[in-house]
């Protein structure tokens, strides 16, 4: 059985940072991509970033260069370092897995079809 718990939200300012932790169980993070996705209210649910097995990474345009996914292999989580936040980056934030033997892709994939498993998400609120 498959389960991922979100961590680290909370409330920041603007500029300010937050580190997102993905606690996995039932899968292992190094071995598949793994994705962290958001959805703010009345929108829809939009990748953030997605990181591949060999450490390869790719970002949504809106948060290149201020967010940043990792893994920590040996305590199987998943983490997203968000920096220089903005107003806009309010949003519940999941992360997700894929089910083992799917789809291949060229670039860890952005895509929610992408995904099997979801967390219950963490909320990050941004100030101005």
């Known amino acids: 059985q498959v389960q991922l718990v979100e961590s680290g939200g909370g409330s920041v300012q603007a500029g300010g940072s937050l580190r997102l932790s993905c606690a996995a169980s039932?899968?292992?993070?190094?071995?598949?991509?793994m994705g962290w996705f958001r959805q703010a209210p009345g929108k829809e649910r939009e990748g953030v970033g997605a990181?591949?097995?060999?450490?390869?990474?790719t970002y949504a345009d809106s948060v290149k260069g201020r967010f940043t996914i990792s893994r920590h292999n040996a305590k199987n989580t998943l983490y997203l370092q968000m920096n220089s936040l903005k107003p806009e980056d309010s949003a519940m934030y999941y992360c997700?897995?894929?089910?083992?033997?799917?789809?291949?892709?060229?670039?860890?994939?952005?895509?929610?079809?992408?995904?099997?498993?979801w967390g219950q998400g963490t909320q990050v609120t941004v100030s101005s």
């Open positions: 990181i591949d097995s060999d450490g390869s990474a």
């Open positions: 039932g899968v292992t993070v190094s071995s598949y991509y």
């Open positions: 997700a897995a894929p089910a083992p033997g799917g789809a291949w892709y060229l670039s860890p994939p952005l895509g929610e079809s992408a995904y099997n498993y």
